[in-house]
C-alpha cells in the first residue's frame, strides 16, 4: 500500500509544475530586431537574456579592436611612454578611406594617447602602430598573440588577420566569443574608462596642434538624441561593408547591467527624417529599454517546494522520501512571475531512484534544471527533506544479496564450480582406472590363438 501512495504522490509532483508555467513565451520571441546577430546577457550572473545568431561566424570590424587593447594594455608596462610613428604604418592603412586620427609619420605621441585615438576615435592607424611596437616590430607576430589570447581565454570560434578589423578573408568572431572578450576587458580600469570617454583632448605633438577626439559611441553621447541612452557606458562600434553596423554596449540601472552586442545591423531611415539610421544604436537602445523595464531577479525555487519523491530502500517504517531545492534559486525572468511561473525538471541521470537509508536532512541526493518557457535559467541541488533511520535487519539482508550479487561473488562461484567439476572428473577418472586394473578384460576366442 505504501509503495502505491509513493507512486501516486510522484506522478503527481512531476505533473504540477506542467500547470503552474505561465507562459509558453521565450525572450526572443518578445523583442523583435532587423540585426543579423543580437546577444543581451546579465553581467551580474552570467544569465543569456536574448541570443540571436550568437554563435554565427561574422566579421567583427573595429570591435577587433577591444583585444588590440588588451593586448596593449597587459603588455605595455609604462603607458606615458612616447612611440615614433613609422611610415610602414602609415601606409599599412593607406588607401582604405577608413577612420584614423590623422597621425603623421615621425610623429611622436604616448602609448596612452594611442589607445584614446584607438578606442574613442577608433583610429586604424593607431592599431597599426600600437600592433607593430608591442610585437617587436612586427605586426603578423602581434596578430599571432591575438590568436592565442581569445584561445587561452575560450573563444572557440574568433580568428583575427590584422589588428583594426579591416575586412579581410579568415577574419571573423562571433557575439558570444565577444562577450567572452569584452568581460576580460572590462576588468581592465583603463579600458573602461577610456571606452566611456565621449571627447578626448589630444595634446599636441612635433607634427600636429592638439586636437578633439570625438566618440564614435553615439549612444554615450547627449547631443545625438535620437541614440542616446543615459544608462549605457561603452564599449566599441565598428562599421564595415561585410560587417554592417556593429556596437557593443553596457547598461546599469537599479542594480541590474547588462552587456549587449549588436552586429550586422543595417542603415536606414527608420526615425522618417529622410536619413540613414544607424540601426546598430536604435537596436541596442530598444532591447536596453525593454530589459529594465520586463525583467527582474525573482525567486524562482526555494527549499519550501516539493521537487519530487524518490522510493527508499533499507527503512522498516519509510519507504519514500521527497527532495527538495537545497537554496533559494533566483534568476531574471519577466515582471510578474515567481517560483510558480518556472518547471523543476529532475535530471534522472543525477538522482538515482531508488535511495538506501540512512539518509540525513540535507543530504544531496540529486539535481534538477529551473525552467521557463522551456529554457533552462538555472540548476539547483536536490537534498533530502527529512531523515531516514536504517533498519538494521533490512540492511543485513541486504548486505548478504548484495554478496550473492557481487560480480567478485559470481566470479568466485563459478571458480569454486569450475574446480569441483574437475575434482569430481578426477575423481570419476580415478575410479575408472583403478576398476580396468583390477578386473582385466577376458580375451574372447583364445582357440583361434596358436
Known amino acids: 500500500m505504501k509503495r ?5 504522490l510522484t506522478v503527481l509532483l512531476l505533473l504540477s509544475p506542467l500547470c503552474m508555467v505561465h507562459s509558453a513565451a521565450s525572450y526572443n520571441s518578445e523583442l523583435d530586431t532587423s540585426a543579423n546577430i543580437v546577444l543581451l546577457m546579465s553581467l551580474d550572473n552570467g544569465a543569456v537574456i536574448f541570443d540571436k545568431n550568437a554563435d554565427q561566424k561574422a566579421a567583427p570590424a573595429s570591435l577587433t579592436k577591444i583585444t588590440t587593447a588588451i593586448l596593449v594594455l597587459e603588455n605595455c608596462k609604462n603607458l606615458d611612454e612616447v612611440i615614433t610613428v613609422k611610415q610602414s604604418s602609415i601606409d599599412a592603412i593607406s588607401g582604405t578611406n ?12 604616448s602609448i596612452r594617447n594611442l589607445l584614446y585615438c584607438l578606442l574613442v576615435k577608433s583610429a586604424n592607424e593607431a592599431a597599426v602602430i600600437l600592433a607593430d ?3 617587436g616590430g612586427s605586426v603578423s607576430k602581434f596578430v599571432d598573440m591575438m590568436n592565442e589570447f581569445v584561445q587561452k581565454i575560450g573563444c572557440k570560434n574568433t580568428h583575427y588577420m590584422n589588428p583594426h578589423g579591416l575586412d579581410a578573408e579568415g577574419h571573423y568572431t562571433t557575439a558570444n566569443d565577444l562577450a567572452i572578450i569584452t568581460q576580460y576587458a572590462l576588468k581592465l580600469p583603463l579600458f573602461s574608462e577610456i571606452t566611456n570617454t565621449v571627447s578626448y583632448k589630444l595634446p599636441a605633438t612635433n607634427k600636429n596642434p592638439e586636437r578633439n577626439l570625438l566618440s564614435t559611441d553615439w549612444m554615450i553621447n547627449p547631443n545625438f538624441k535620437t541614440y542616446y541612452y543615459k ?11 561585410n560587417a554592417g553596423r556593429c556596437i557593443i554596449s553596457t547598461a546599469s540601472k537599479d542594480g541590474y547591467n547588462y552587456l549587449a552586442i549588436v552586429m550586422g545591423a543595417p542603415e536606414e531611415d527608420v526615425t522618417g527624417d529622410g536619413n540613414p539610421d544607424n540601426c546598430a544604436f536604435l537596436e541596442c537602445k530598444k532591447i536596453f529599454e525593454w530589459v529594465f523595464e520586463n525583467i527582474r531577479l525573482t525567486k524562482v525555487a526555494d527549499p519550501t517546494q516539493i521537487a519530487t519523491v524518490l522510493d527508499v530502500n533499507l527503512s522498516w517504517n519509510v519507504d519514500h522520501i521527497r527532495l527538495v531545492p537545497e537554496t533559494e534559486v533566483t534568476a531574471l525572468v519577466p515582471v510578474g512571475n515567481d517560483e510558480t511561473s518556472v518547471m523543476l525538471e529532475v535530471i ?3 538522482t538515482p531512484n531508488p535511495v538506501n537509508a540512512p539518509i540525513k536532512k540535507g543530504d544531496v541526493l540529486g ?3 529551473i525552467l521557463y ?3 533552462e535559467i538555472a540548476t539547483v541541488n536536490l537534498v533530502a527533506a527529512e531523515d531516514v533511520h536504517m533498519s538494521v535487519i533490512l540492511y543485513i539482508g541486504y548486505a548478504i544479496k548484495s554478496v550473492f550479487q557481487s560480480k567478485i561473488f559470481c566470479i568466485v ?7 569441483l567439476a574437475i575434482y569430481i572428473g578426477l575423481i570419476i577418472r580415478h575410479n575408472r582406472e583403478k576398476k580396468r586394473r583390477k578386473h582385466p578384460k577376458t580375451i574372447r576366442h583364445f582357440r583361434n590363438f596358436k
Open 4 to 8: 502505491a501512495i509513493s507512486l501516486f
Open 98 to 109: 577608413s577612420s584614423t586620427a590623422g597621425l603623421m609619420p615621425g610623429e611622436q605621441i
Open 133 to 135: 611596437y608591442v610585437g
Open 231 to 241: 544608462y549605457a557606458s561603452g564599449v566599441k562600434t565598428g562599421t564595415t561593408s
Open 348 to 350: 534522472d541521470s543525477e
Open 367 to 369: 539535481k534538477a534544471r
Open 373 to 375: 518557457a522551456g529554457n
Open 413 to 419: 562461484f563459478a571458480l569454486v564450480i569450475l574446480v
